[in-house]
């Protein structure tokens, strides 16, 4: 696991925009997972530059994360349209190839999931997932206490997700009390993982997932099982890890030697 950690979180964008354009300058036709919420939305812009700038996404296949259950597509909050906002439309990826792992009431809920994680499987599996943690550790909307090993499925949300979300709603009411998500299982299935966390209210959850047992309690942790994943955090975000002098050592180092920043 490598953990960089940036000044702030513009350069933590700029960093993980990097990355991703990197790898789709050696891969055009790569299949990239995309989370939605807040720290995301500077990566996805970032992108958008290196797009303007003559990187092809024309290639590229696009996998959502997560969404809302049964919440209109042109609601407001919902991660589809988000995403669509902040990235879609400022890159070149056909609508053909992009899926999401949306859900009505009205349909075969288990049967949907199982025709998304084919469908993953059928575009080669996942290259890169961009994710971010959650304020209690959730990943996905893989709340505590999921398994390790899970799949695509409908989870009710935490009163805790809930209450970090419900800003997202004005409307009383509107928040959807369930999201289908990739599970843990199949966001280990990618080949690499790129997780970013920015603010305070994020370093008690980052520093468990980071150094902290692996535990379903903190399905965060997981990603310690993966064997290629980069962290990017702001300071903020890094505030409570206990090996943070090292990291920033080590981020340090990278930058002298060109590795970041590229």
Same mark, same amino acid.
């Given at each position: 696991m490598r953990i960089v950690i940036c000044p702030d979180e513009s350069d933590l964008s700029r960093q993980a925009a990097f990355l991703v354009a990197a790898a789709i300058g050696r891969s055009p036709r790569m299949v990239l997972g995309l989370a939605a919420g807040a720290t995301p939305i500077g990566l996805y812009h970032a992108l958008g530059?290196?797009?303007?700038?003559? %990187? /092809?996404?024309?290639?590229?296949?696009?996998?959502?994360?997560?969404? !809302?259950?049964? %919440?209109?597509? /042109?609601?407001?909050? +919902? $991660?589809?349209?988000? &995403? @669509?906002?902040? $990235? %879609?439309?400022?890159?070149? &990826?056909?609508?053909?190839?992009?899926?999401?792992? !949306? +859900? #009505?009431? /009205?349909?075969? &809920?288990?049967?949907? +999931? *199982? *025709? !998304?994680? #084919?469908?993953?499987? /059928?575009?080669?599996?996942?290259?890169? @997932?961009?994710?971010? &943690?959650?304020?209690?550790g959730h990943l996905g909307f893989n709340e505590p206490g999921s398994s390790l090993g899970g799949r695509t499925r409908l989870v009710r949300l935490s009163a805790t997700t809930r209450h970090a979300n419900e800003r997202n709603f004005p409307v009383a009411g509107d928040m959807p009390e369930s999201a289908v998500t990739q599970g843990i299982g199949t966001i280990l299935e990618a080949r690499r993982l790129l997780l970013m966390a920015s603010g305070e209210s994020k370093a008690a959850a980052v520093e468990q997932a980071l150094e902290g047992p692996v535990t379903s309690m903190l399905p965060a942790s997981a990603v310690q099982l993966h064997p290629n994943v980069t962290v990017f955090l702001d300071r903020a975000a890094a505030s409570r890890l206990r090996r943070r002098e090292e990291y920033e050592a080590e981020t340090d180092m990278a930058r002298r030697l060109g590795l970041l920043n590229l």
């Open positions: 530059r290196h797009h303007a700038d003559g %990187l /092809d996404f024309s290639g590229v296949a696009v996998f959502g994360l997560d969404e !809302y259950f049964g %919440l209109a597509a /042109d609601h407001p909050a +919902c $991660f589809r349209g988000n &995403i @669509q906002r902040h $990235f %879609l439309n400022g890159v070149n &990826i056909p609508p053909s190839r992009v899926s999401w792992p !949306y +859900c #009505r009431p /009205d349909e075969d &809920i288990a049967a949907r +999931c *199982a *025709a !998304y994680e #084919r469908a993953i499987a /059928d575009a080669g599996g996942i290259d890169v @997932q961009v994710l971010g &943690i959650g304020v209690n």
